[in-house]
C-alpha cells in the first residue's frame, strides 16, 4: 500500500476540503468496522476452542484500529500490530493510545509480517484483502507458515478475500457517507498474473478530491488457492464464510459458512484456518 495526498483545490486557490483533509481517518471511517471483525473473531474462536481469545495479533495493520478496539473490549486483551509503514504506526499510537492506559497491553512492531512469529497469540488477522500483496505461491505460502508460527497450539488466523465479476474489471465504486464520498477505483487487472492496480479517492461537498489517496498493487488470488496454501502451511482446517445480500445486491455483514455459491457481481469472504 502506498499514501499519496494529489488534491485538486477549489477554484480561485481557496483552501478546499481534500486541503485539511486526513487520509488516514478517512479510511478507517469509510473501510473499517473493527467491532463486526471482533465479533466474528470471537463467535468463530468460541465455535472452535473451549476458551475465549485473550491476544491478537494484527497483520499489516495500518493505524492499528482494530488493535485499539479488540484491547477496549476487556482488560484481560493484549494486542500486536505489525507494518512496515512506521510513519502510520505513529499516527496509529497517537491517535489511539494516548490517554486511554491502553498502550500497556499494546506491542506495535515495524516489521515485515514474514519475519513476526514472536509473541505467539491466540488469533492473528489479516484485514482487507491485505495478504494480496504477496503476489507468487512461495510468497503466500512463506506468510502462511509465519502466521501458523505465531499462534499458540490452538489458536486460530482469520483473513478477507473479496472476487465476483466486477472484480477483474475497470470501473470506480462511489459511496456516499456523511461528509464525503468514497470511491474505490480498480484500474487496472492482468488475466495473465492476476495482478490488479486499485485507489481509494476521497471527495467532498466543495468538489475538492483527494486522489489516489491510498494505491494497491495485489495478486487477486482464488479461495481455492488461498485455502490449499493454508493447509500447505500447516493449518489443520479452512473454513469459508459467505457474506449474505439483501435484495439490491448490498452485503448485509451477516455470514454463513459455505462449500457452493453462485457468483456474483461482487462476493466478500472471512476466511477462518485452524491451527
Not at 481557496?14 to 478517512?26: C, E, I, R, V
Not at 484500474?187 to 478530491?209: A, M, Q, W
Request: proline share 3%.
Amino acid at each position: 500500500m502506498s499514501v499519496s495526498k494529489r488534491q485538486k483545490k477549489r477554484r480561485g486557490g481557496k483552501p478546499s476540503a481534500a486541503d485539511g483533509a486526513d487520509p488516514h481517518a478517512l479510511y478507517e471511517e469509510a473501510v473499517q468496522s473493527p467491532e463486526a471483525d471482533i465479533e466474528f473473531f470471537l463467535a468463530r474462536f468460541r465455535q472452535h476452542r473451549s476458551r475465549e481469545p485473550k491476544s491478537l495479533r494484527e497483520d499489516f495493520c495500518g493505524t492499528a484500529y482494530l488493535c485499539q478496539r479488540w484491547l477496549a473490549g476487556s482488560d484481560e486483551r493484549t494486542a500486536v500490530g505489525v507494518d512496515l509503514d512506521q510513519e502510520t504506526l505513529t499516527w496509529g499510537r497517537e491517535r489511539h493510545f494516548t490517554g486511554n492506559g491502553l498502550a500497556a497491553r499494546l506491542e506495535l512492531l515495524n516489521r515485515d509480517v514474514l519475519a513476526v512469529t514472536e509473541p505467539r497469540v491466540d488469533l492473528t488477522c489479516a484485514m482487507n484483502f491485505s495478504f494480496c500483496v504477496f503476489k507468487t505461491r512461495p510468497e503466500l505460502l512463506r506468510y502462511f507458515q509465519a502466521v501458523h508460527a505465531g499462534l499458540v497450539d490452538d489458536g486460530l488466523f482469520v483473513t478477507e478475500l473479496y472476487g465476483g465479476t466486477e472484480a477483474i474489471v475497470e470501473i470506480e465504486d462511489e459511496r456516499e457517507l456523511d461528509d464525503f464520498t468514497f470511491v474505490w477505483e480498480q484500474k487496472r487487472y492482468n488475466p495473465v498474473t492476476h495482478e490488479v492496480l486499485c485507489h481509494i479517492h476521497f471527495g467532498f461537498r466543495d468538489g475538492s478530491v483527494l486522489e489516489r489517496a491510498f494505491t494497491y498493487e495485489w495478486r487477486l488470488w482464488s479461495i481455492p488457492e488461498v485455502k490449499e496454501l493454508l493447509l500447505e502451511a500447516g493449518f489443520s482446517g479452512v473454513d469459508v464464510y459467505w457474506e449474505e445480500t439483501d435484495e439490491d445486491g448490498d452485503g448485509t455483514g451477516l455470514h454463513h459458512i459455505t462449500l457452493e455459491e453462485e457468483n456474483q457481481e461482487s462476493w466478500l469472504v472471512y476466511i477462518v484456518a485452524v491451527k
